[in-house]
């Protein structure tokens, strides 16, 4: 469970872009960057915990304002949008840190990824509830209903008079903000703001989105499927690295099942609509 937290935060928040129709690969950049600026806050600005903090969920609510923005209001594609926004955002990183980690934190902040509560470690307690927040709102609320219907018909919810831009930049903001809060969970997990952190966690997340039975088209997601899927694939590479199966044939074994599991997706979707 705990080492499945970092893929489920940011899943929650990848369920729901991918539920709109869009995508984003700019989230394990995020990531990085957010770590990088809770470690400048306190290490040189001399700013609390909790003032850190917030300024790394600042940013990664802003990196989503910027990525939702010229997705809705410019009519741009969301892998273009995204992928220029990875690189701009990881260059910033190296930039603000000349490349070097940042380490050694105040206790307090080391707690959200090494504490615990009672008898469950505080990323699995944050995951949980970053979990079940998610899944309420998109089971259960208009911006759910909406995002899902974003990814369904847009020119439809349009026409019903939502303003579909709005709510668009929303959903990218909240994926954004999972990110960062992953971002916080491995800072502190590691006792280390690294600017090369979060690589390749964007793909991981999408895979295990994908993988708990979200459309990648939009129109249909599942926070409990992304859970369960995130829980699978932390299983499934803790079996092969027990076992001693080296790294690339675990990443061989994941990119089989997940083009598995979209391919049955795909073929059953065609069969139900003929």
Known sequence: MDQSTLNIIIGVGM?????????????????????????VAMHFWFLSVAASIIMGMAVGLIVGLINGSL????????????????????????????GIPISSFP???????????????????IATLV????????????L??????????????RLCGVSTVTFKIIVYMLGALTAALAGLVLT??????DPTAGYMMELDAIATVVLGGTCI???????????LAGLLLAVLHNGLTIHGIASYYQQLTT????????????????????
């Not at 209001?73 to 990183?93: D, E, K, Q, W």
């Not at 979990?131 to 609320?141: D, H, R």
């Not at 759910?144 to 919810?157: K, M, P, Q, S, V």
């Not at 502190?188 to 703001?193: K, W």
């Open 15 to 39: 369920t729901l872009i991918i539920s709109s129709g869009g995508i984003d690969l700019s989230a394990g950049a995020i990531v990085a960057l957010s770590g990088v600026v809770m470690a």
């Open 71 to 98: 997705i809705a209001l410019f009519l741009l594609n969301p892998f273009i949008v995204t992928l220029a926004s990875m690189s701009a955002i990881r260059g910033l990183t190296l930039i603000i840190t000349k």
């Open 107 to 125: 206790e307090g902040f080391t707690w959200f990824g090494s504490g615990e509560v009672g008898i469950f470690p505080v990323p699995v307690v």
């Open 131 to 142: 979990a079940i927040l998610g899944a309420f709102v998109l089971n259960n609320t208009k």
């Open 144 to 157: 759910g209903y909406y995002t899902l219907a974003l990814g369904g018909n847009e020119e439809a919810l």
């Open 188 to 193: 502190a997990r590691l006792n280390s703001a």
């Open 217 to 227: 088209k939009g129109g249909r997601g599942s926070i409990g499927g992304t859970v």
């Open 255 to 274: 990119g089989v099942i997940i083009l598995a599991t979209v391919l049955v997706t795909e073929l059953k979707s065609r069969t139900s609509g003929d």
